[in-house]
């Protein structure tokens, strides 16, 4: 005979504990932090193209106080930061970008209508942060051509650096665009195809679009 048979009380309470810690753990569970919203080919797709960006000599105006809806977040490390930045831009390295104090600050600013430019000292290195948080749904965040490298040599005649595109030279550490590619695979009965993107560079623009 088994035991609970002689002892139903204990069963019943048993059953009642066993019931109620599935409770609780259904109640306390958490969702997570983060979740991506924005497709990841999308992503890729506006790393290859300059959608998404800011030309250096749109600085401009920001940086001589005329758009004022437009904050720029260096990327680099605290030290870097000290040696030189661009005037206004705010230290928020990219190991802790994501923390979850830095992340409600970038929702209050894209709440507040506020675009975010962000850069590192080349843009290779602000491309990785800058693709997680288009993921995460900050559309609001641009990415900087060029980078700091690029903003140095400069600083001083910015609004002249419009008709030169040394920012677009070098090679990059990945092929976004046969990223991009691999990420659209349609089934056929006889292999897999990847669909082809055709890249259009946009034209430049006299000031910062949609506020940045």
Known sequence: MHIHEL???????????FTALIVIGLITLKSPRLTFEQPLNE???MAVWDEGAVFPYELVDIINGSIDTVLIIDLRNTF?????NIPGSENISSVELLNEENIERLEQLKEDGISVIVYANSQLEANGPWMI???LGFDNVKILLGGYNYYKQWADNLGDSYADDAYLLGTPKYDYNEMASSTKVEDNSSSDIKATINITRKKK???VEGGC
């Open 43 to 45: 992503t890729i797709e």
């Open 7 to 17: 002892n139903p009380k204990r069963t019943a309470i048993t059953l009642i504990l």
């Open 133 to 135: 948080l288009q993921q």
């Open 205 to 207: 623009t006299s000031v």
């Open 80 to 84: 870097e930061f000290a040696k030189g």
